[in-house]
């Protein structure tokens, strides 16, 4: 069992927590977040898979998060306690309030403990790489100078990338860590209809690939 470098309490008092996995003289950082959205829960499930793999010869060093939003997950609801899209909730240039409750981003920006504390560690480390576990759309989308990651993943996993997801995500992690801060962002959107087990075959290869190889 890793031990949680950082942590936080959401509002229904569950624990966030962040890992690290290094080596001492690593070379690259790469922060995986799992669960941004509550009903998503695939991505805790691939990353507490991945934390019993023997990685005790890692190249890189790997933040985790399996879960960002323990709130949304108990229920499974897309946003956190405070009904809001976290994914949404992000300073970014591009803020608007949302009035549509699905995608709802909060009154102002960086309102939500979850959002808080993903500003928090990249204000203290800036990664190399992010990939960000959702559901259910079957791509690879990427902000920021991701191209080259994004191609990788999907030849990898076989899901298609797609630079733009096809409607406007004011406040989205995607544009505060990829285009606003130039950190090579994936967000991976898992299929629906696949089994957890289809689902581990498919990317275990992509946190491999982060962890040993990139
Ligand atoms: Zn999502």
Redesign the pocket.
Same mark, same amino acid.
């Given at each position: 069992m890793y031990k949680a470098i950082k942590t936080a309490k959401t509002k229904l008092n569950n624990k966030i927590e962040l890992f690290e996995i290094k080596n001492s003289n690593y070379d690259k950082t790469v922060l995986i977040i799992g669960v941004? %959205?509550g009903e998503?829960p695939q991505g805790e499930y691939l990353i507490n898979k991945y934390l019993k793999e023997d990685l005790s010869e890692i190249k890189n060093r790997l933040l985790i998060i399996p879960c960002l939003n323990p709130d949304g997950k108990n229920v499974n609801k897309?946003q956190n306690a405070n009904g809001i899209d976290l994914?949404r909730n992000f300073p970014t240039k591009n803020w608007e309030k949302i009035e549509n409750p699905e995608y709802f981003g909060g009154e102002k920006p960086a309102s939500e403990i979850e959002t808080q504390f993903m500003i928090d560690i990249l204000s203290e480390i800036k990664p190399d790489a992010i990939l960000s576990i %959702?559901?259910p759309f079957k791509v690879v989308n990427y902000d920021g100078p991701a191209k080259t990651l994004a191609e990788k993943i999907s030849k990898i996993t076989g899901y298609p990338v797609q630079a733009d997801i096809g409607y406007p995500t004011p406040g989205s992690f995607g544009n505060y860590a990829g285009v606003e801060r130039q950190i090579p962002t994936i967000t991976l959107e898992l299929p629906e209809n696949e089994t957890n087990e289809e689902l581990w075959l498919k990317n275990k290869p992509v946190i491999n690939y982060l962890a040993f190889e990139y």
């Open positions: 941004f %959205h998503e897309r994914n %959702h559901a």
